[in-house]
């Protein structure tokens, strides 16, 4: 791969957003890695390192209050949190690992 490719590969999600306690929240995910293997999302809070909380292509297992919808078409991915409790605070990133 050249690395001007590397330059064109992106992930981009929103910079910060709200929910109500007790509503469904909904974060969303884009990239431009076409030939993407698997999906990641990771929350971090202030007092402990990023933690692995769902992953999947195409598929994701359901844990429990938190899903992972996919839109392969559309380079996309949704982390859904359903019942949103103030311990679902924190920083939310999404990762793609390339199959290249």
Known sequence: M??????TRQVVQPKELTFLQGNVAEISCTHTISTYERLFWYKARSDMAPEHIISGYKSADDMGPIKMTFNADKLSTSLIITNVQVSDSGLYHCAVRDAQ
């Open 2 to 7: 050249a690395s001007n490719d590397l330059a």
